[in-house]
């Protein structure tokens, strides 16, 4: 817990975050913080702005059957539980034993969009005797709490129920349950807070106390009132999802990427783009994207998961958890599925669709056409309507298509069969066998021919 250290030594920080509600306006089987924001869970915002502020010491408090705020909140987290939901003060206790830290950030986990900037301006409130901060922010009061200020201190914290007739419309500093604390100041005082009539202890009494010592919270002013909004319905989800995406489509913009229409654009939180790219109207990208230099994504293209080099074209397609190299062009309409792996240079054509392949450098993939579990040389030629059947109905198989190979229009290659080096497929060819490397494979089933000769034996028979 809190201890005093020598001056000059640097105190540690400890980040407190409050996970254990449920969350019951949200009407939802999962946890309200564990709800996806822009790509993370909601708690997974508040635990990386408190990162970003230099505490990488966190502490999640959960209910008793975190799982999944658990999982949510994801590595490097420590965790307390809640056994009762008896208020933040007995939420904050309930973390005692967890911290070995000089200071303590009192964070909400459902309240995302707080900034890292903010939160530091928070903690550098906290020297000399102040034991105590908290945040607030100018706006209308709603349902929050609102601080009673005197010169830049809170004397004291109250509900909007307790005063009648209050004008809701009104802009005042509200509370938004956020707070810098000295640990030792604040542990000795925890047991201090009486239960209100619902048996629940809150934290804002802390500033009533501290005023009463005659040492007052300073109250620190969030720049912009969004910072210090909770998320207690889907409702209030989208407003923070729409406030997250202005700001990631704004950082992007002023590192030097294009994006034509932010309204219409969805960027998930940790993608990275390269200047220069153009981001198109409609175009999602989702979860851990990265985009190179160059690039045109879109318009309607969607992307998760996925590495996309410089200077690709991905226009109308959708990418799941694949790998891009450079130069590629892809779309309308085209679909490359999880485990793909495309090599520069390759040409994706109109509804051409790949799964768990490989395409080899300079592979071009003709429109409706399908390669699944596929490795696909250098500089093939996939026709227009060819596919690998590569589902037996149990077990999936592979196919080998060597470099330089022509695969002919609405040829079918039903796995597990290898066309050899610069090979070639007649149009409607149906190939149950190997191709060796040279050869031709005309018909259904398919004759290989290796030679002029077997051309004229069959071209004879």
Avoid at 151 to 162: H, N, P, S, V
Avoid at 224 to 240: C, F, K, P, S
Avoid at 308 to 330: L, N
Wanted: with cysteine; aromatic share 4%.
């Amino acid at each position: 817990m809190g201890r005093h250290r020598a001056p000059g030594v640097a105190m540690s920080w400890t980040a407190i975050i409050m996970a254990a509600g449920q969350g019951s306006r949200m009407r939802s089987g999962l946890p309200k913080v564990a709800h996806p924001l822009c790509g993370r869970p909601i708690v997974r915002h508040v635990l990386e702005a408190a990162r970003d502020a230099g505490v990488h010491d966190c502490v999640v408090v959960v209910g008793p059957q975190g799982e999944a705020v658990r999982e949510a909140a994801g590595t490097g987290v420590r965790f307390a539980t809640q056994p009762q939901p008896l208020g933040t003060a007995d939420a904050v206790a309930c973390a005692r034993e967890a911290l070995d830290a000089d200071y303590v950030l009192i964070l909400n986990g459902d309240v995302p969009l707080v900034l890292p900037e903010t939160l530091r301006r928070l903690m550098s409130a906290i020297e000399g005797d102040t034991p105590l901060a908290l945040l607030t922010a100018l706006a209308p009061v709603e349902s929050y709490g609102i601080v009673e200020l005197v010169d830049g201190r809170a004397l004291r914290i109250f509900e909007t129920k307790e005063s009648e007739g209050i004008d809701r419309s009104e802009r005042r500093h509200i509370n938004s349950g956020q707070y810098a604390a000295r640990a030792d100041w604040l542990f000795s005082r925890l047991d201090r807070i009486t239960p209100a009539p619902s048996g629940e202890r809150y934290l804002t009494a802390l500033a009533e106390i501290a005023a009463g010592e005659g040492t007052p919270a300073v109250a620190v002013i969030a720049s912009d009132a969004d910072e210090v909004r909770g998320i207690n319905d889907r409702a209030q989800l989208a407003e923070a999802e729409s406030v997250m995406r202005q700001r990631i489509n704004r950082s992007h913009m002023l590192a030097g990427v294009t994006i034509v229409d932010p309204h219409t654009t969805y960027i998930d939180a940790g993608v990275a783009i390269g200047i220069d790219t153009v981001i198109e109207p409609g175009t999602f990208l989702r979860g851990a994207t990265s985009v190179g230099t160059g690039c045109v994504i879109g318009p309607a293209s969607d992307v998760r998961d996925s590495t996309i080099g410089d200077r690709c074209e991905i226009r109308r397609t959708v990418v799941e958890e694949s790998i891009i190299e450079d130069g590629v062009d892809a779309g309308p309409f085209s679909h490359v599925r999880p485990e793909s792996y495309i090599c520069s240079g390759v040409h994706l054509g109109n509804y051409a669709e790949v799964k768990g392949s490989r395409l080899g450098r300079g592979t071009k993939m003709g429109h409706f056409s399908y390669l699944g579990n596929a490795d696909v040389g250098a500089d093939v030629n996939i026709g227009a309507g060819a596919i690998t059947a590569n589902f037996d109905g149990v077990n999936k198989h592979r196919t080998v298509i060597g470099d330089g190979a022509f695969i002919g229009v609405d040829t079918m290659l039903v796995a597990p069969v290898t066309i050899g080096a610069g090979a070639r497929t007649a149009a409607g060819s149906v190939v149950t066998r190997d191709v060796p490397a040279g050869a031709l494979a005309v018909g259904a089933p398919a004759r290989v021919r290796t030679s002029r000769s077997d051309e004229r034996s069959d071209d004879e028979s």
